[in-house]
């Protein structure tokens, strides 16, 4: 049996990092996190990914940023490269009028056979047709 790959993106990785009454859901993207510490899955991320986290943390958490960030990068998360997913990924941003930043997680896990995972319900019911989205909401180990 081979161990699933997930593809969590921004708005679940800064549940990891958020500790708020505004970050719904947080309960299962911690679930997922430990999930994958323990090996019950593989996580992967684009390479922009500490860019878009940390731009929201230095808007929210401008006294944490720093602290947070470096807690997320000490995860040491496995990366894909920039030129592994832009083609699809500019792609799909013209196909489904979305940022390259949310097809770029999705592409990662088109091209590595994964599922992305987020807690964006408008990403997901414009991209579902493409397959590999879950709902933070619905995903389970």
């Known amino acids: 049996m081979t161990t699933p790959l997930v593809v969590p993106d921004a708005s679940v990785l800064l549940k990891w990092a958020l500790q708020s009454t505004e970050e719904e859901?947080?309960?299962?993207?911690?679930?997922?996190?430990?999930?994958?510490?323990?090996?019950?899955?593989?996580?992967?991320?684009?390479s922009l990914w500490a860019y878009e986290v940390g731009n929201v943390l230095g808007l929210k958490q401008p006294k944490l940023a720093r602290a947070l960030m470096e807690t997320l990068l000490a995860y040491r998360l496995e990366e894909a490269a920039a030129e592994d997913l832009y083609p699809r990924a500019l792609e799909m941003?013209?196909?489904?009028?979305?940022?390259?930043?949310?097809?770029?997680?999705?592409?990662?896990?088109?091209?590595?056979?994964g599922t992305l995972v987020t807690a964006d319900a408008a990403y997901v019911k414009r991209a579902a047709r493409l397959g590999h989205v879950r709902h933070l909401q619905e995903w389970s180990t």
């Open 93 to 113: 941003m013209s196909q489904l009028k979305v940022t390259l930043y949310d097809a770029a997680y999705h592409a990662a896990a088109l091209e590595k056979g």
């Open 25 to 46: 859901d947080r309960d299962r993207a911690l679930t997922l996190r430990d999930s994958w510490l323990a090996g019950g899955c593989r996580i992967l991320v684009p």
